[in-house]
């Protein structure tokens, strides 16, 4: 497989008023072209600091940030914000322009590289389509549920035609049905238009769901990576061996239609 991220001996530490706190250490992993890669971690674990060190949002104190075969550090601001626009996210709490109705919302990166309204109305409509909302164009997104809000986030995202979708706790506000229907969306994005997907999330039962190879953070460190297989069958570690409890936990306080629903 072609790497498409890679992370090599990336730290990151904050400078605060109190001393030094060490958000991330020595953390080196690879991103096939294609895959579907897991972050997992507690709250607290250095996940969403990592998913900001892949795009710069944040810049990694020490270490180095491949995307294809540039080195993001290397670049000059032009060339990291022309990076920067293939590489999507979308976020726990949406995001969305709330005085814009949810067409106007898809069309608004389309507006900002100069797109004409007709062509990037057009376009936007196909992405409503595409995430299964095309009956809600002219809805506000104060009309919709948190996974309708979600699906509008992503055919956003889609607007700007991206090679990787970064996800940071992308389903953390949503119910379990929710969460599966907007994972088996982000299934067909990955199948239909081959991008690359990072799913940062503190939910073992997400990676199960849609990831192929997911790596473990626990305060910092990344203690264990692998296929998804690998680390339920033979945890490791004692951080995985949690999270697996944790989510082996939760599927067995679900009610007996929950667990029909899942399957």
């Known amino acids: 497989m072609e790497p498409i991220i890679k992370a090599e001996h990336l730290s990151k530490i904050f400078r605060t008023d109190s001393g030094e706190v060490t958000a991330l250490r020595d953390i080196s992993f690879t991103i096939d072209r294609g895959d579907i890669f897991g972050i997992i971690g507690l709250s607290g674990a250095g996940k969403s600091t990592l998913v900001r060190c892949l795009n710069l949002l944040e810049r990694p104190t ?8 540039k080195d993001l550090l290397e670049l000059s601001e032009q ?64 009309q ?9 986030a992503i055919a956003r995202v889609l607007a700007a035609n991206p090679g990787i979708l970064l996800c940071d706790e992308a389903t953390s506000a949503l119910d379990p049905q929710t969460t599966k229907s907007i994972l088996g969306l982000l299934k067909e994005i990955n199948q239909k238009y081959g991008i690359t997907i990072v799913v940062i999330t503190h939910e073992m039962s997400v990676v ?37 409890r944790s989510a082996l936990g939760s599927l067995s306080r679900m009610e007996p239609e929950e667990m029909e629903g899942r399957n």
């Open 208 to 244: 199960r769901e849609i990831c192929s190879h997911v790596a473990v953070l626990d305060h910092g460190n990344l203690v264990e990576s692998g296929t998804v297989e690998e680390i339920f069958t033979s945890p490791k570690t004692d951080a995985a061996r949690n999270l697996l």
């Open 79 to 142: 060339e990291l914000r022309r990076e920067r626009q293939k590489i999507g996210m979308i976020f726990q709490h949406f995001n969305l322009l709330m005085q814009r109705n949810v067409l106007d919302n898809v069309c608004f990166p389309l507006e900002i590289t100069g797109m004409k309204k007709r062509e990037a109305r057009k376009q936007a409509l196909q992405l409503l389509e595409t995430v299964g909302l095309s009956d809600k164009a002219k809805a506000y997104p104060a």
């Open 62 to 69: 020490s270490g180095k940030v491949w995307v294809g075969e």
């Open 144 to 152: 919709l549920s948190g996974g309708q809000k979600q699906r509008v």
